[in-house]
């Protein structure tokens, strides 16, 4: 409940938890002070709503040229600041308004953190919805949680577009620093002889969209300044429309001294008391609790929740048991994924204030005799060659093992000489040779694939007999793996093969990346493998 909102001249409010908490107006600025013990103090233009000025224990932090703001800066907007007196703490509230967006920032007194949340009702122009603090690469030049993977600074070429750079012979990207939405944690850049660190905590994506497996950017010291970023949505592997008429947030930038939060003590439930558009408190909202079952022992059971307005997820235990998070009112479909890999779907899932909707789900995967497989239906390249580095450089990088042809033989070969990926001009085709005892009669090769870049799907050939080309996969206008990027649409192939093509004996299979174009790059025609099956029944 708002308990009282008062406007506070330019002498600033003085709180009973530090004499400096509240705001003072300083020309077309506000000038915010926390009041906290580790002192906070930012700048927000009245103008635009850039962030200007961050300084945190008397270090400045901003970046000198550009400021901190939403997308790529509001340009001009309609600035408010208040102090607002809630139940238990008092608040800084800063809100910039536009015609299609609203933005708030505010501080917790005693809180050396910047709360933010960000209310759209239409996409904007520039074709993603981020928050991005540009901070003095000088002050705060590392990255966490992958290290130096997304430190472009002092790059000496690029390897492709603008974004991915060869730095110290690796390459680097600010695309690499990307986290699956469900793994989430803090993300941080941090440095001095203080080690400040901050860090954004991102605690409830549920306006988002992609997913539990999105990724998305998250820093980059690019040389001048060092930027910690929130991506709310973009382009990058699009596979949902973007949400809109709904509230991003709360998010959090958090401020501290050698140590990294955690988003599982992050608690914005205090924005009920602060009038923030589009903001549900949970008492406001219900939950989705069953059983999943089918899902093999080792692999994820992941329980998705979506429908135009939000999006939810959780792993169910090891028993199958499972509770949704705390979801706004309304009808979801439903979706269980073993690993990232879709087994079964429901729709129609309602919810309702304060109620708990009771909804089981099962695997529907067929079961068939399998004569052999290449690695596992999880949605992930997991385990083939190239899998454990992808997601930090890019194909071409020389710590990558060799991209070639290849011939894997069942029996014989590893899993991890497989390929991930399979790039028309670069590696293709993949063969694969095999014994059988006997003549199985008909047959179905299944090839699972988790993202296609340039239409590229697979053409398969059995011995003699040649399979059916495929129609084009539906395009996702970005690039992928050599963004560190997989999880697309997860198209399955199954190519029914005649009886009397596979033999006894020995018998191979080459699969060749078909498209309508070619190339000798990594930027050519490519598909993502999940994995290869050969199956009867």
């Known amino acids: 409940m708002l308990l009282s909102v008062l406007l506070l001249s330019t002498l600033g409010f003085a709180s009973s938890v530090s004499a400096a908490f509240g705001f003072t107006k300083s020309g077309n600025n506000y000038i915010i002070d926390a009041g906290s013990s580790e002192p906070l103090v930012f700048t927000v233009?009245?103008?635009?709503?850039d962030i200007t000025?961050?300084?945190?224990?008397?270090?400045?932090?901003?970046?000198?040229s550009k400021?901190?703001?939403?997308?790529?800066g509001l340009g001009s907007a309609t600035v408010s600041v208040a102090t607002v007196g809630g139940s238990s703490n008092q608040y800084v509230k800063v809100t910039c308004a536009t015609s299609t967006l609203t933005h708030y920032m505010v501080v917790k007194s005693g809180d050396s953190t910047i709360y933010m949340a960000t209310h759209i009702t239409e996409e904007p122009s520039i074709g993603e919805l981020r928050f991005i603090a540009r901070l003095q690469s000088s002050k705060l030049p590392n990255e966490h949680p992958y290290g130096t993977a997304s430190t472009t600074a002092g790059s000496?070429?690029?390897?492709?577009?603008?974004d991915v750079f060869v730095v110290n012979g690796q390459t680097r990207s600010k695309f690499y620093s990307s986290t699956r939405f469900i793994d989430k944690d803090a993300q941080c850049v941090y440095g001095g002889s203080d080690q400040i660190h901050v860090c954004m905590l991102t605690p409830q994506p549920e306006s988002s969209s992609g997913g539990p497996f999105?990724?998305?950017i998250e820093s980059n010291n690019g040389g001048d300044d060092t930027n910690l970023y929130w991506y709310m949505n973009s382009g990058h592997v699009k596979t949902e429309a973007w949400r809109s008429n709904?509230?991003?947030g709360p998010y959090m930038m958090v401020f501290s001294r050698s140590s990294v939060p955690s988003v599982k003590n992050a608690d914005a439930s205090f924005f009920s008391e602060l009038d923030v558009k589009g903001f549900v408190p949970t008492s406001s909202r219900g939950y989705v609790s069953g059983t999943a079952s089918g899902v093999p022992q080792g692999l994820q059971a992941v329980v998705h929740w979506s429908n135009s307005a939000a999006q939810y997820w959780t792993i169910a235990s090891s028993d199958g048991s499972f509770k949704s998070p705390p979801m706004k009112t309304g009808s979801y479909t439903m979706v269980l994924y073993q690993g990232e890999y879709t087994v079964a779907t429901a729709t129609g899932v309602s919810v309702s204030a304060g109620g708990t909707t009771s909804k089981n789900i099962a695997s529907t995967l067929a079961s068939h005799k399998s004569l052999w497989k290449i690695g596992e239906y999880d949605g992930q390249p997991t385990g083939f060659l190239n899998a454990d580095k992808f997601l930090r450089m890019h194909p071409s990088d020389s710590r990558m093992s060799a991209w070639n042809p290849m011939t894997y033989t069942v029996g014989s070969s590893s899993v991890g000489q497989f390929p991930m990926a399979l790039f028309k001009g670069v590696n293709n085709p993949v063969t694969i040779q095999f014994n059988l005892a006997s003549a199985p009669g008909a047959a179905t090769l299944r090839i699972a694939t988790t993202l296609s870049f340039s239409g590229s799907r697979p053409q398969a050939k059995v011995n003699s007999w040649s399979g059916p080309s495929p129609a084009a996969p539906t395009k996702i206008d970005s690039r992928g793996v050599t963004r560190?990027?997989?999880?697309?649409?997860?198209?399955?192939?199954?190519v029914n093969i005649p009886s009397g093509t596979l033999v006894a004996g020995s018998n191979t299979i080459t699969i060749s990346s078909l498209s309508g174009s070619s190339g000798t790059t990594f930027l050519n025609p490519n598909f993502i493998f999940d994995c290869v099956e050969l199956f009867t029944g």
Not at 156 to 162: F, I, K, L, P
């Open 45 to 49: 233009s009245g103008t635009s709503c």
């Open 246 to 248: 709904v509230l991003h």
């Open 156 to 162: 000496s070429s690029s390897v492709e577009g603008s």
């Open 484 to 494: 560190g990027a997989y999880h697309g649409y997860g198209e399955v192939y199954d």
């Open 53 to 64: 000025s961050i300084k945190y224990r008397s270090v400045e932090l901003q970046g000198q």
């Open 67 to 72: 400021g901190s703001h939403i997308s790529s």
């Open 214 to 216: 999105f990724r998305d």
